[in-house]
């Protein structure tokens, strides 16, 4: 049985409970992590007390050869420090890494499954800083957290319990040693220059992956391709993971690099100068003095330390709430335990239906509506603004359900069907296209990547599109961030092209035409028509030279339907359709 997912036990109400719950699966990283970090720092609250060792050596004159022992042994405990380094920035890096592999992908999962409704209400930029920013605040924040409070409670126990025991001193080598390691750490840090440019590079990609992604949901959830994009997300999220490791092993390496080698000086000036102690060069102060001296400032900075934490944690705290408003929001489509659509005819039954928006709920958008629609009919819904078209069309897609009443595909309640298995029979062209940036093949073969180059262009050819695409360079040609490069007629011709390829049963045009020049229209008007041939189609339009073609018109006002007919019986009839005409020439 698989693990729950993690959207499904998230707990954004409980920030502190739930941040321990996200790295529940990376203990035994932690774990080992912690070990390394504790050895490895153990020179910090170690050295005092070897080095009251080579005070006592030079004190009391002791032989020489206990000196050198020390030294070695310092030398030892210092240069340990590099490999446990590697060994916990690793461990740390994989493990936070993961969960923020692991966050965004939850995230980008409930985008894809939350209503449309939800999305119309919430900004893409909203969504985007809670995928990208609060995600890393709780990463960075975590990050912080454990490498400064480790340091902090480490040094902090240490420095008690030996005083407890002896009173060291070692201050003055410290205190030479800590700006010299400052100028190295700040020298040598100019020389990741590259990785964090490259790490910069990956985030901002996949920033722009999930802005397209949160603009292409509708056309994604229409199209049944919630697999195809988090696909394409997913590449962009692990990119970000190896960069950042990447950046993170080799900033942990050069920050290891400088530790020891201020360490090392710090050893080397502390024999040295017990060396002329010893040999009566200079007078040299008890070794208990400078013990004390040293755990004094190191029990002063750990403290320090924890409490400058606070706002991190805090920050990332708030951040975990931030995610949760997403991962448990309730307003999502459900569609598991459903059953299969399976072969789709394309007749609709409207029976009674009735719905109104949550924000309104007391103001009806559509009431009563009762609707015959046979397979391969073409129905055209027109009416004033407010007058529920595209709620109609909204609810044939699936995206809004009915408050009272039903919807029957082919004799079957849409309510109880999966409705990705239907919307893989289904092709929406809205009155903006949808395209993202990419070639012409890319975006015609959304979602049906393993298709011929010869289909391709056939379904090009057939939306009127061929000619300027090989204008433009052929099928590998880059139509640049939301199809920048193409006009609103050539941009809508590649929809259509793309409605083409999945060859639907079903489909459903949304005023596409109604931001075209008379050239462009003529040309997608045609192409609409090839497109059309044979499926059940459904067409919101202000224009009449889009809709006047259809085999039955169905005039909206205030929700409900008042005629429908044809175009020319319902001029015959004189009635609103008629008053619509003059409004629309």
């Not at 699966?25 to 774990?31: D, E, H, K, N, S």
């Not at 020179?43 to 005092?48: D, E, L, N, T």
């Not at 003055?172 to 990785?195: C, E, G, H």
């Not at 050819?461 to 193409?486: C, H």
Request: proline share 3%; glycine share 8%; hydrophobic share 45%.
């Amino acid at each position: 049985m698989s693990p729950p997912l993690l959207e499904d036990t998230y707990q954004g109400d409980r920030p502190l409970r739930t941040l321990v719950a996200l790295f529940a699966g990376q203990r035994g990283r932690l774990a080992i992590g912690a070990l390394a970090f504790v050895i490895k720092h153990s020179p910090v609250w170690v050295m005092p007390v070897l080095t009251a060792d080579v005070i006592d050596i030079v004190v009391q004159h002791r032989p020489l050869s206990e000196l050198w022992l020390a030294a070695g042994f310092m030398g030892v405990l210092v240069a340990v420090n590099l490999p446990l380094s590697q060994v916990f920035i690793r461990a740390l890096s994989k493990s936070v890494r993961t969960v923020e592999t692991d966050l965004r992908m939850a995230l980008a999962r409930r985008l894809q499954e939350l209503s449309i409704g939800y999305h119309r209400r919430i900004s893409p930029g909203v969504l985007q800083a809670k995928i990208v920013r609060d995600v890393e605040n709780v990463v960075e924040g975590t990050r912080q957290s454990i490498d400064t409070g480790l340091a902090a409670i480490t040094t902090l126990i240490g420095a008690i319990v030996i005083t407890a025991i002896r009173v060291p001193e070692f201050l003055i080598v410290f205190a030479l040693a800590v700006p010299a390691s400052a100028a190295l750490i700040v020298a040598m840090r100019t020389r990741m220059t590259a990785r964090n440019r490259a790490f910069r590079t990956q985030v901002e990609q996949m920033s722009a992956r999930v802005s397209e992604m949160t603009h292409l949901v509708p056309i994604t959830r229409a199209h049944a391709l919630e697999a195809d994009e988090l696909a394409r997300v997913d590449q962009s999220l692990l990119g970000v993971r190896e960069a950042g490791i990447r950046l993170d092993v080799v900033n942990g390496r050069f920050g290891a690099l400088s530790w020891v080698v201020f360490q090392l000086l710090s050893v080397l000036c502390l024999v040295g100068a017990a060396w002329v102690a010893w040999t009566g060069t200079f007078d040299v102060s008890a070794g208990d003095v400078v013990m004390l001296s040293s755990y004094f400032m190191s029990l002063t900075g750990s403290v320090t330390a924890l409490l400058s934490l606070a706002p991190i944690i805090a920050k990332g705290l708030e951040s975990v709430r931030s995610m949760g408003e997403v991962l448990t929001e309730p307003d999502i489509e459900r569609n598991a335990g459903k059953a299969d659509a399976g072969a789709v005819r394309g007749s609709f039954s409207f029976e009674d239906v009735t719905f109104a928006y949550s924000d309104a709920p007391d103001e009806h958008a559509i009431s009563g509506l009762n609707l015959e629609v046979r397979p391969g009919e073409t129905i055209a819904f027109v009416g004033p603004s407010g007058s529920g078209k595209s709620t109609v069309l909204n609810m044939v897609i699936g995206f809004l359900t009915p408050v009272r009443g039903r919807i029957l595909l082919d004799g079957r309640d849409m309510g109880e069907l999966d409705l990705r298995t239907y919307r893989r029979h289904l092709a929406v062209v809205p009155q903006e296209s949808f395209l993202f940036e990419g070639s012409v093949r890319a975006n015609v073969t959304y979602g049906n990547d393993d298709l011929s180059d010869d289909t391709v262009r056939e379904a090009l050819r057939d939306a009127n599109a061929l000619d300027f695409v090989e204008q433009m360079g052929g099928l590998e040609a880059v139509i640049g961030e939301r199809g920048a490069r193409l006009s609103g007629g050539q941009r809508q011709r590649l929809a259509i092209a793309r409605a083409l390829i999945r060859d639907p049963r079903v489909l459903v045009l949304d005023e596409a035409t109604s931001a075209l020049d008379t050239a462009s229209e003529r040309l997608v008007q045609e192409a609409l028509a090839r497109l059309m041939e044979g499926r059940t189609t459904f067409v919101v339009a202000h224009r009449l030279t889009t809709i006047q073609g259809a085999d039955r018109i169905v005039v909206m006002q205030d929700g409900r339907l008042v005629e429908q007919g044809t175009h020319e019986d319902l001029l015959a009839g004189r009635g609103a359709y008629s008053q619509l005409q003059g409004l629309s020439t």
